[in-house]
């Protein structure tokens, strides 16, 4: 048997399509209630409902054998695992941002960064040359520059459309992200088989989905 952690949410809900059509019965998660632990079916796959930042700490502790979540916790976690797949949905992309019309890099030296992402907002800026000052923030970061908390925000964006509604705008794409599938590094040891069997099954349909 292996367990796979799956991030709730919109990643969950395009997983579920994905199992589906790779053949697993999905039934006890399209029907979950309140539960967090599910079965695919007759076929020794456990699937475990966590947030995204503890898809990865279950990873790393072998609780989980495979976890499925987005690259942009991938990247600000920085967990020892293996990042086998790209899944192909859950795209978006990392973006500095800020108030419409402001030039960033204009006016005095020091800037301050809002952010539910700080290490890969350090990141960033580290590697323009630039020490700025990271504040992080966990609900709805778009608030920040408009409170003057900030000069701009490093954030996650699909449409756009939250950032428009709130008279602010893209300055520079960072990075795109996406759903990932990866694994524990000793359950690709001892579980070889099983998780063979589940990547090649997932893959062919992302492969049709290309």
């Known amino acids: 048997m292996i367990r ?4 709730k949410g919109r990643i969950e809900e395009q997983a579920v399509d994905l199992f589906e059509k790779a053949g697993y019965d999905v039934s006890q998660l399209r029907s979950k209630g309140r539960r967090l632990l599910f079965t695919l079916g007759d ?4 699937v475990v409902l966590a947030k995204a930042a503890d898809v990865l700490t279950y990873l790393e502790h072998g609780a989980c054998d495979v976890g499925i979540v987005g690259e ?18 859950g795209k978006c992309h990392f973006a500095l941002a800020g108030l419409k019309g402001h030039n960033f890099y204009e006016g005095y030296e020091h800037k301050k960064i809002a952010t539910k992402y700080p290490n890969v907002a350090k990141a960033y800026f580290a590697e323009k040359g630039m020490n700025v000052e990271i504040v992080k923030i966990e609900g709805s970061v778009e ?11 490093v ?3 699909e449409t756009g459309k939250t950032l428009r509604e709130n008279g602010l705008e893209v300055y520079e794409e960072i990075a795109p992200v996406s759903a990932r599938l990866a694994v524990n590094t000793a359950s690709i040891k001892l579980k070889k088989a099983e998780i063979d069997s589940l990547v090649s099954r997932v893959s062919a349909v992302v492969g049709e989905n290309k």
């Open 4 to 7: 796979v952690a799956l991030t």
């Open 155 to 157: 954030d996650i964006v």
């Open 72 to 89: 942009d916790t991938i990247m600000e976690y920085n967990k020892p695992l293996y990042e086998l797949m790209d899944l192909g949905f």
């Open 43 to 46: 076929e020794h796959v456990e």
């Open 143 to 153: 608030l920040a520059p408009i409170l003057k908390l900030s000069d701009a925000i």
